[in-house]
């Protein structure tokens, strides 16, 4: 088994991860499919066993974390790249998942991240969320915000992560980055948090918020006067300020409600499809949280379709619906009209559609001038 072959292969072929399961030969995750690398061998428990100690290189803390939790996570460079690595078991043997993470991020122009989200990272203090599914590309946008920040901002900026994917340079902001876990920088993300109030940061950037004591550490944080970036595994804006509130008892929830009314500055939720030309797009959704906004999270029962029509009238300042986004890459030709649909419930594809015609009646109006 040659861990490094492997490694060049899927270099070679722009894999985004890959996967090595015992019975099988190694797989590569490229633009969202799934292909074999025919030249390699099935895996066998042997390999697998090798693997493990290719990449745990002996650590004794990172063995018994996966010897106790029967899981691990760690990071790890090769070449110009990073890897951001899962260890699990089945059937007590080592399963490998691999993350291949670009040393140079690409352009913050050319990822397709809407411009009010980088206006937004001037904001003085509050809370800045990027949530989306696993694979959503969140990683990638939370790191383009940090390295605009570093080349436009003097502020010092305060990374918790689990693990390190981007090594960030100080250009005009210092940035100090800590990885989460057990024996590494810091133990938890909600100790990370706590501390982070004596570092003097101006930015804090919570790699994943995941439960009640993170959430509580990250409001006190922006309360007292800190802009707080974090993210969420949710699939909607909507969902996103659902799950903060769920994180809270009942009785505590309408205290919450009203501190992330006055806090929370903007939601970005996104999507990853494969486009028409084989690369994968960003779908975003926005929510920029203004006094409509606020005025529905602080309500008793949060209404969903409450929400997403306050985003879809909120156009202006820089919100946008998903349905709008799914119909503009439609409209573009960067994805289909099956795609753009399957995103969505079909009670809202009648929506889709008037809002495709009104793009494409707007587009002929502007080419004929």
Known sequence: ??????????????????????????????????????????????????????????????????????????????????????????????????????????????????????????????????????????????????DYINENQNKKILTLENPIEYKHHSKKSLIVQKEVGRGRDVLTFSDGVKNSLREDCDILVIGEIRDRTTMEAAIEMAESGHLVIGTLHTKSCAETIDRMINFYEVRDQSSIKYLLSALLKLVVSQRLLKGTDGKLVLVPEVMVVDNIVAGIIRKDKLSVSEIEDAIQSNLEKGSIGLINSLAELFVEDKITLEQAKSQIEEKNQEILNRTIMQLKIKKAANSNQ
């Open 1 to 146: 088994m040659n861990m490094e072959k492997i490694l060049d292969i899927a270099m070679e072929k722009d894999a985004s991860d890959v996967h090595m399961i015992c019975g099988n030969k190694p797989m590569l995750r490229i633009a969202r499919d799934l292909v074999e690398i025919e030249e390699m061998n099935v895996l066998t428990e042997e390999d697998m066993l090798e693997a493990y100690d290719y990449l745990v290189k002996g650590n004794v803390d990172k063995d018994d974390v996966y010897n106790t939790t029967k899981k691990l996570d760690l990071s790890y460079e090769y070449k110009d790249i990073r890897l951001r690595v899962n260890i699990s078991s089945s059937d007590e043997t080592p399963t490998c998942t691999l993350r291949l993470i670009k040393n140079e991020l690409p352009p913050y122009e050319s990822l397709g991240i809407p411009d009010v989200v980088r206006r937004m990272t001037y904001q003085p203090q509050g809370l800045i969320l990027v949530t989306g599914k696993t694979n959503s590309g969140k990683s990638t946008t939370l790191n383009s915000m940090i």
